[in-house]
């Protein structure tokens, strides 16, 4: 019994053998509600009020069924005191049917109460899964300044299971607590002495285990932290192996990684000696407990104030409540870990959007209009093709965030303040495309169609504008075709374009290009400065370029010198009047097709504001 309660706190949540429940429409919700972020505690009780009808279908199966293997011992002590003491062969006969009965039914019952439990436990990991995503996708650009990549992965990795797991104490533990008060009852009308026993010693065993359980979650919490930070290192390595084998800092960094994976090691041995602890004493005390209460039944029997009927009774009652007094320290375990994890997740929850919405927002331009940014008096026309030149790439970004409103400045939008603006307006209609953004692993026509609407036609007009054909022509199965994770089988002009695949695609009121064409050779880009100016004529796009087979395509140019403007104009007159512009551009123009400055980098803090940080989807995201 003890084994069957076990494998039901510590079976995983399944995955795909719960798809079914998908089709039926239990989960994933439409909308999985507001979470209670005011602690872990709160957020586990509002994941058990999420779902009230089966919550009290586990508490009635669960209470049930621990009910239900407290009878047989009745049972049997009615089939030894009317049957075998007294020769009754009907008597022996009738108890005995009643034992195999009741069994059949606990059987039922325990099939119930964990297929009801297993759907409990699903509905509180995909709420917990749904209520994330939608959260990290309002967020934005807050999360990766907050929270490590390491920490959301093991969020989805191991919390999510944990939370879930947690769960189990609303139905069996409710139970376990109605087969104690049963077997306190019971054992009241054998022998009063023995009740009191139960009674106290039950949580006295609570009471011993208590000290582990403290010290568990201290270690459990340091051991998430440092599991955290050992998953971003471990990213980062990996992204940027390439780099280390170049500057010789491979065995540096790899030296740094193994020293903090011993430390994650040596703590998760911690972990693992207090849980062997808790186990070993979950194990133990309940079965001495049950030695102890026997050997005061026997002595009780020995001096005749118990039958050999009632001493049956009493044994069967306290090992049938090894089950429950199990589930207690289990479950205590269970929520010792599902409080750290619930930590986690409500410490992402709590995370605030940067900017945030203003309370009273107002409506954007109704019509094409100016994009104005004060700090550096760049404006970006409407309807035209505009180019931003720097002598620094910082200062390039430091102007698209402030006119993608990716921070709160004074940018204006026809007169508007972009700080006046709801988020997810601005989000909707302006959007930042970065030359290294996120691509998604899966066919390369979902990668870059941002829309439902967007069908094989359209996707390949927009590859036509990107010049990305030989792309289509490389992979196997054109647009149907598998990207890797970042498109990793593809060669870094292939990504490029795709990216900018991706731009088009989402064809906003107002598109800002970060170094579009970097990588790629100068027919290549001759073809997609061409390509842009005819895809986004009559609509307003901000490409940020040294490039000047780009900037002879342009309508306009904002050269920036220290963060402002020191002129604008056609490229052919700045390259006229404007000696520093003049060195820029031709030194962007040399043999090497890329930009005067390396290629802008995408700031830790904010790389995942751009394009690809919001799954693909520039509505909800505000950008690819």
Sequence with gaps: MIVGRMSESRRQVPHQQEAPSYRRGRVPHADPGTPDTRGPWHYLWWLARS???????GVMWGSLWM?????PPYLIAQAIDRGLRAGDVRQLVLWSAAVLGVSAANAVLGMMRHRTMTMVRVDGAYRTVQVLVRHIADVGATLPKRVSTGEVTNIGAADISRIAVTLTVTGPGVGAVVAYAAVAVLLFTISPALAVVVLVGVPVLALLIGPLLSRLDRVETSYRERQGALTAVTGDIVAGLRVLSGVGAKDAFAERYR???????????????????????????????????????????????????????????VAALVVPVSFFIEAADDLTRGVVSARRVIDVLRLA?????PADPVPGPTGPA????PDSGVVVAAGRFTALVCERAADALAVVDRLARLEDSAATWGGVPLAAMSLAEVRARVVVADNDAHLFAGALRDAVATARDHDDEAVSAAVRVAAAEDVLASLPDGLGSWLDD???????GQRQRVRLVRALLADPDVLLLVEP??????????????????????????????SPLVLDRVDRVEFLVDGRVAASGPHEHLLATEPRYR????????????????PAPVDPGKGGAREGSSGGVAPEGGRL
């Design 51 to 57: 779902q009230p009808a089966r919550v009290l279908r």
């Design 370 to 373: 100016d994009l104005c940014d």
């Design 353 to 357: 959007p940067e900017p945030a919405d």
């Design 67 to 71: 009910v239900g293997i407290m009878v």
């Design 259 to 317: 020293a903090r994976s011993r430390e994650l090691r040596d703590t998760g041995f911690r972990v693992g000696g207090i849980t062997s602890w808790v186990q070993a004493v979950g194990t133990c005390l309940p079965v001495v407990f049950l030695a102890a209460v026997v050997w005061i039944a026997a002595r009780m029997a020995a001096t005749g104030a118990l039958t050999v009927g009632e001493l049956v009774a009493v044994y069967g009652y």
């Design 486 to 492: 970042q498109a990793r089988n593809l060669s870094g």
């Design 583 to 598: 060195a820029l551009v031709h030194r962007g123009g040399d043999e090497d097709p890329g930009p005067a400055t390396p």
């Design 517 to 546: 064409t970097s990588s790629l050779d100068a027919h290549t880009e001759a073809r997609i400065a061409a390509g842009l100016r005819a895809a986004r004529s009559s609509r307003t796009t901000l490409v940020v370029t040294t």
